[in-house]
């Protein structure tokens, strides 16, 4: 299903620097009351897009790649937040959004439980968000160096969460 928002309400989401697929997900598991599993599998379905899009990027378009590459690890921190019930970030979302505070909070309690890899992991992601999106100084080569780290988020996420 395609859904169109109108152009106003578009123009604003991205003013804010909303992430709009993000955003409907939790914000139709919330309004509808779902089952939070079905949030978790959404953002983890938005991970595993974002990571084969940034794939098929890195030597094409490394800046977008970039981008799709840290979107991946982001939704794979939102799903393993939302799977390990991270209250203190998901209380916080709740009554706003998600912001990088919450983001590097919930990463903190992933890995807790995972290994620092995990954290470490989100450093090269976020290497990929700043220094590759919005700078766009890493060439195809960085950027397919750390594609590993975000891969390996997203995959560890689905094993976790049970659907890989």
Same mark, same amino acid.
């Given at each position: +299903?395609?859904? /169109?928002?109108p152009k106003? $309400?578009a123009?604003?989401?991205?003013r804010?620097g909303a992430?709009?697929?993000?955003l409907?997900?939790?914000s139709l598991?919330?309004? %509808?009351? $779902?089952?939070?599993s079905?949030?978790?599998?959404? @953002?983890?379905?938005?991970?595993?897009?974002?990571?084969?899009?940034?794939?098929?990027?890195?030597?094409k378009?490394?800046?977008? /790649?970039?981008?799709k590459l840290?979107?991946?690890?982001?939704? &794979? *921190?939102? &799903?393993?937040a +939302?799977?390990?019930?991270v209250?203190?970030?998901l209380d916080? *979302?709740e009554r706003? !959004? #998600?912001?990088v505070t919450e =983001?590097?909070?919930a990463?903190?309690?992933?890995?807790?439980k =995972?290994?620092?890899?995990? !954290?470490?992991? #989100?450093?090269?992601?976020w290497?990929? @968000?700043?220094?590759?999106f @919005?700078?766009?100084r890493?060439?195809?080569?960085?950027?397919r160096?750390?594609?590993?780290d975000?891969?390996? +988020?997203? =995959?560890e996420? !689905?094993? *976790?969460?049970? %659907?890989?």
């Amino acid at each position: +299903m395609i859904v /169109a928002i109108p152009k106003r $309400l578009a123009q604003e989401l991205e003013r804010r620097g909303a992430d709009v697929e993000s955003l409907i997900i939790d914000s139709l598991v919330k309004s %509808l009351g $779902l089952d939070p599993s079905i949030g978790v599998e959404a @953002h983890l379905e938005l991970a595993s897009r974002y990571l084969e899009e940034g794939k098929g990027l890195v030597d094409k378009d490394p800046v977008q /790649a970039s981008e799709k590459l840290y979107k991946a690890a982001e939704e &794979a *921190v939102k &799903a393993l937040a +939302m799977h390990f019930n991270v209250k203190e970030v998901l209380d916080v *979302v709740e009554r706003s !959004r #998600w912001s990088v505070t919450e =983001l590097v909070r919930a990463v903190t309690e992933i890995s807790k439980k =995972l290994g620092k890899w995990f !954290r470490y992991s #989100w450093d090269s992601a976020w290497v990929l @968000h700043v220094w590759g999106f @919005h700078e766009a100084r890493l060439d195809a080569e960085s950027v397919r160096e750390r594609l590993p780290d975000v891969e390996g +988020m997203v =995959l560890e996420a !689905r094993k *976790v969460i049970g %659907l890989g």
